[in-house]
């Protein structure tokens, strides 16, 4: 572990000065990505572009990283895809009830970041496009 800046340094020469000194110990040496350019951006910050790209290669979702009343509404538009995959009427209830006490909970709990616009899933209305979807398949 390092030791702790000394006072009247000032944060960022003591941050260098520890980069460097690890430079001239090799701990940089051979790794991962080593000599390749950097990705390209996308037009979001850096650090978003890095972080999605580290979620996605992890095997993550990355609608983990958005806000409650984003993810919510994310979850809405793909509840039919969802529900497709089950093999009950009873399950397909009970995830639309879940789904809907989530709601409920966030427009109970919500303080901040974006505007809540998500209404409840009518259950009877999600099982007829299950029952519709089964149908076809």
Do not use: C
Request: hydrophobic share 35%; aromatic share 6%; glycine share 6%.
């Amino acid at each position: 572990m390092t030791a702790r800046k000394p006072p009247k340094v000032s944060f960022r020469w003591w941050v260098d000065r520890q980069i460097d000194e690890a430079r001239a110990r090799g701990e940089f040496d051979d790794l991962p990505g080593t000599g390749q350019p950097l990705p390209k951006p996308t037009g979001n910050d850096a650090a978003t572009d890095w972080v999605l790209r580290e979620v996605r290669r992890g095997g993550h979702d990355t609608k983990a990283l958005l806000p409650p009343a984003l993810a919510l509404k994310r979850e809405v538009q793909d509840l039919p895809e969802k529900l497709a995959a089950e093999r009950t009427e009873q399950r397909v209830r009970e995830l639309v009830d879940e789904l809907n006490q989530r709601i409920r909970q966030a427009y109970l709990n919500h303080s901040g970041g974006p505007a809540l616009t998500v209404a409840l899933v009518d259950v009877e209305e999600a099982v007829e496009v299950w029952r519709r979807s089964r149908a076809a398949s």
